[in-house]
């Protein structure tokens, strides 16, 4: 029988929609706890020297980035995203998914978050203009950064 070292948890991150104040709580979050974090995007993100906290560019494309996280996350993994598809696939593969307002997606939560998604993807298809979302407030950070620190204390002690 082996007795192989437990995973370390890693933080994925979305980066290319990700706001810049959640990119820099994580940052603090990934020094603090010492996580190792990777932002992946179809761009160059810039991020801080450190250890902990790195950086993937993946080729240009739908949904290249999400294909890389997936492919990449394992169980107990935490990603950040607001793409509910991909923290679908996250939370499918056994990982954890927070969207950078602050709310954390669950396997209880997801079947009605997907029904939503598709169905305010239809409307706008259809030419039904629904608007986007709510500006990014600093309540949404504040909650973000709480979400980010229970499931750290809970998931690193």
Known sequence: MS???PQTMRIWVDADACPSVIKEILFRAA???QVPTTLVANQLIRIPPSAWIRSVQVPAGFDVADREIVLQVQT????I???IPLAAAVI????HAINPRGEIYTPENMAERLRMRDFM???RNSGVETGGPAAFSQSDRQAFANQLDRFLQKHQA
């Not at 107990?76 to 990603?79: N, P």
């Not at 499918?92 to 990982?95: F, N, P």
């Open 81 to 83: 995203t607001a793409d």
């Open 92 to 95: 499918e593969k056994g990982g």
């Open 76 to 79: 107990g993994d935490l990603v």
């Open 3 to 5: 007795t192989a070292a």
């Open 31 to 33: 020094e603090r706890w």
């Open 121 to 123: 993807e239809a409307l």
